[in-house]
């Protein structure tokens, strides 16, 4: 994976070009890893020319580099290990993708948004939370594969559509995610409770 100058806007991709999803975490169960890679199998087995770069370390990595040979796909499969400040590598994909099983409010799913990378994410946590299905990414059941590839395979098709999925989630992460955003809701919490105590 090469490393992404930091941009606000994103050239639309193209249909000749190889659709390429991207994950970043620690390589233990519960990131659900294993249901990624056979999601990007079944979406490969429907003919789309595509690439998955994982991008992390972690207990699981010789499971997950086995289930990769398994399903034939070491030329379309990299593990890069642990990069520092991985998010700059975040541009690079066409998709962000998540695919836990438990998650609190993944830091790299707002950096996905920032970056204005479409998102596919498995609907645990506080994800649901921050993304509207099929309006600003879409959110598939955890554990299923065959959801999460034809998702895939539906960007994969339509990529004016996935760009303004894109798009609305960057619009609704300096709503409401921004820094002064954030910082405002702070002085709100801190005047109430100065109000309660006083």
Avoid at 111 to 138: L, Q
Avoid at 142 to 157: G, H, N, T, V, Y
Avoid at 172 to 198: D, F, G, N, W
């Amino acid at each position: 994976v090469r490393k992404a100058d930091s941009t606000k806007t994103r050239k639309v991709r193209t249909g000749s070009d190889p659709l390429i999803i991207g994950s970043i975490g620690r390589f233990s169960s519960e990131k659900g890893y294993t249901f990624l890679i056979e999601a990007f199998s079944r979406l490969i087995e429907k003919g789309v020319e595509a690439r998955l770069v994982l991008i992390g370390d972690g207990y699981e990595r010789a499971l997950l580099e086995s289930c990769v040979k398994r399903h034939n796909l070491s030329q379309k499969v990299e593990f890069t290990g642990y990069r520092q400040n991985a998010k700059q590598y975040i541009t690079e994909f066409d998709i962000y993708a998540i695919s836990s099983l438990t998650e609190g409010l993944p830091i790299t799913l707002l950096e996905a948004m920032e970056a204005r990378t479409t998102v596919v994410a498995t609907a645990v946590g506080g994800i649901p939370d921050v993304i509207e299905n099929n309006r600003e990414g879409f959110l598939v059941p955890p554990c299923d594969p065959a959801a999460m590839a034809e998702s895939f395979f539906r960007l994969s098709k339509d990529p004016l559509f996935s760009r303004e999925l894109a798009d609305k989630a960057y619009d609704k992460l300096l709503r409401t995610y921004s820094s002064r955003q954030m910082a405002e809701e702070y002085i709100r919490v801190y005047t109430k409770c100065l109000k309660v105590t006083y």
